[in-house]
């Protein structure tokens, strides 16, 4: 079974839609997400717009990364910039880091729908880059 941890600075929107997504492709896989400065909550619209696609991430809550360092993990993923300047180093066996970046979605703004548009455009980057990342990495490396 892979153990994966996401990385964000938050652990609000794009970490826990990318522990959603993973969970979905695989129930097997291990996936964790926690941030470098947890929110106080999962953003509202994360949960929202996860809900269109039938993945409920409703009971997650932001994490500090601080409860993970002791831990070994097949895959350290970051996907903001912040959490990769910032990532703290491992003290656990981690077998790959890898960042994949995405624009946070909780910093639009606008309208109502145009704040949407943008939360589902993040999403359905995060669905393609994860499950681009799940077919070569997990998919690919199964023996």
Do not use: W
């Amino acid at each position: 079974m892979k153990r994966i941890l996401i990385l964000c600075t938050g652990n609000s929107c794009r970490s826990q839609m990318a522990e959603g997504f993973l969970k979905s492709f695989d129930p097997t896989l291990e996936v964790y997400s926690a941030g470098t400065n947890p929110s106080s909550q999962v953003h509202p619209k994360a949960v929202q717009v996860m809900k269109e696609v039938g993945i409920d991430i409703s009971g997650g809550y932001p994490k500090d990364v601080q409860q993970f360092l002791d831990k070994s993990f097949d895959y350290v993923i970051t996907v903001c910039d912040h959490a990769r300047e910032t990532c703290p180093v491992f003290m656990g066996d981690v077998k790959e880091q890898l960042h994949i970046g995405f624009e946070d979605p909780a910093e639009a703004t606008g309208s109502e729908e145009e704040v949407l548009a943008i939360f589902r455009k993040v999403r359905d980057e995060i669905k393609e880059e994860f499950n681009k990342f799940y077919l070569e990495k997990i998919k690919g490396n199964a023996k």
